[in-house]
Nanobody, 124 residues
């Protein structure tokens, strides 16, 4: 399995932006479908973005569509999550996840590699 490490979290005011990074080691991400998830206190983990291994397909739930953008740089073995127009309800621990796959994956239980998470806090 690949090892994933997230970075870029922090405290930001509502309306602000953050870019999260997910750096991989151990294996290249060329064959991995990737996703970003988040978990707020007392809530279940939910998907916020997914991308196919080529980057040609992406998925966003309605809650973040138009505000978040997932991208990948396979040469750098890194996946990104650009978050704009942040809201207090975006506050959560954000995780990246991956799995070798020919198709995009959006289900949490289908991912088999996870990072440790990075905290994002949006103040009102």
């Amino acid at each position: 399995q690949v090892q994933l490490v997230e970075s870029g979290g922090g405290l930001v005011q509502a309306g602000g932006s953050l870019r999260l990074s997910c750096a991989a080691s151990g294996r290249t991400l060329d064959n991995y479908a990737m996703g970003w998830f988040r978990q707020a206190p007392g809530k279940e983990r939910e998907i916020v973005a997914a991308i196919s291994r080529s980057g040609g397909r992406t998925y966003y739930p309605d809650s973040v569509k138009g505000r978040f953008t997932i991208s990948r740089d396979n040469a750098r073995n890194t996946v990104y999550l650009q978050m704009n127009s942040l809201k207090p309800e975006d506050t959560a621990v954000y995780y990246c996840a991956g799995r070798v796959s020919f198709v995009i994956i959006t289900s949490e239980r289908q991912f088999d590699s996870w990072g440790q998470g990075t905290q994002v806090t949006v103040s009102s």
